[in-house]
């Protein structure tokens, strides 16, 4: 398979985007409100460069091409993706974004924790560790992780609204020092060699546009007999690419979560170990017999509440919430409140959250694969 090549990094270019589409919107204590203080223009902008690869591109449709057409502008894809999304994400699903196991009458924050808080005990994170996180959001498994194990936490991002939100949090955490963050494309990292005790990455390397391509910058960076750690999405190996609905979904996912090549768990496994690790643990965690399946905070399903205090998480996506929220969001950017394109990013989010509902119940995808790898000495 040819290298895949990677763009052109322009971090003034970057920046100066940043503050005319969010201005001082990062400042803002909750998504929502972050939301509705976007720069028309340049919000624009960013909903035509990111949709531009998905719209009338559906399963039936698609070719080769329109995918190499994604991989080969991952990079802007992406932060598009996270420009358009990340308040969303905020306001509906809080500063972590990233699915998790549940226990018999667990709350959904205190599963989000645990999730992470599992990660770093595979990891077997220590305190004075220097760790890097790759594709670090907001910061939220940062600073959780950070807090629980003691260890220094650098957050790796494309993003500069991201970073500028990460950055706000960890300092109003009065973990600024612990825990910081920096601009960079994972696929070509800038760190030098052996810099990290241990690199992990929560559902972030799945926005790559080759897995051995951004494992192998983490195999650069890690120190020798350092730990890798990921929680990855993966299409199972049920997957069938010629079979039209699997194609659908796979695509439904990836437009929804701005990703622009999933790949197959067998691939993945296939492209850690090309990169140079020593896999020492794989396990697809969606499998475990838990009381509620790690989708259901998408089915709207209050069946599975954990907690009374799940109720407004619960209640956004249930389809009477769905349907109340579409039409708020949808009046909001009639009347010019929010900018243009944002209730076509929360429908395009919708659709994605019943396609993962569906993966999950059919078991074509999972957001939890867990591989630990060493580099060797």
């Known amino acids: 398979m040819a290298p895949i090549a990677l763009e052109t990094e322009d971090h003034s270019r970057d920046a100066a985007f940043n503050q005319a589409m969010h201005g001082k919107s990062g400042e803002e204590r909750a998504g929502f409100l972050a939301m509705l203080k ?45 420009n358009l999304a990340t308040d969303l994400y905020e ?12 226990a018999p009458k667990e709350g959904f924050f205190q599963a989000i924790a645990r999730h992470e808080h599992y990660l770093a005990h595979m990891m077997h994170l220590q305190p004075g560790m220097k760790v890097l996180d790759v594709g670090c959001g907001v910061g ?8 629980f194990t003691g260890a220094t936490i650098v957050g790796l991002n494309n993003n500069d609204y991201q970073i500028e939100r990460a950055t706000k949090y960890a300092a109003r955490d009065g973990l600024a020092e612990q825990v910081t963050f920096t601009k960079g494309d994972f696929m070509q990292m800038s760190f030098p060699p052996n810099s990290f005790d241990a690199v992990y990455a929560i559902e972030a390397t ?19 007999g350092g730990t890798f750690g990921v929680y990855e999405w993966f299409m199972t190996d049920k997957y069938d690419n010629a079979n039209p609905m699997h194609r659908q979904l796979r695509l439904d996912i990836e437009e929804g979560d701005g990703i622009s090549n ?29 009381a509620r399946p790690w989708y259901w905070p998408l089915s709207g399903d209050f069946k599975m509440l954990g ?7 619960i209640a956004r996506m249930h389809p009477v919430g769905r349907s109340l929220s579409h039409r708020l969001v949808g009046l909001l950017e009639m009347v010019g409140i929010a900018s243009p394109g944002t209730q076509k990013t929360a ?27 060493k580099k060797p000495l």
């Open 38 to 82: 976007k720069d028309p223009a340049a919000q624009k902008l960013a909903v035509d460069e990111y949709f531009k690869h998905w719209d009338e591109k559906t399963a039936k449709n698609e070719t080769q091409e329109t995918r190499d057409a994604r991989k080969a502008e991952y990079a802007t894809l992406t932060r598009h993706y996270y």
């Open 91 to 102: 306001w509906g699903w809080g500063g972590s974004f990233h699915f998790c196991r549940f």
């Open 140 to 147: 939220g498994p940062a600073r959780e992780i950070a807090q």
């Open 206 to 224: 799945v926005h790559a546009p080759s897995l051995v391509g951004v494992y192998s910058e983490i195999y650069k960076v890690l120190k020798p």
């Open 262 to 290: 999933m790949v197959r768990v067998s691939e993945g496994l296939q492209a850690i170990r090309e990169a140079g690790f020593d896999l020492q643990f794989h396990e697809d965690l969606a499998h475990r017999p838990d």
């Open 307 to 313: 907690s009374i205090w799940d109720f407004p998480s």
């Open 347 to 373: 429908d395009s989010l919708a659709k994605a959250a019943d396609a993962l509902v569906k993966g999950g119940r059919l078991d074509l995808f999972t957001p939890m694969y867990l591989m630990i790898a």
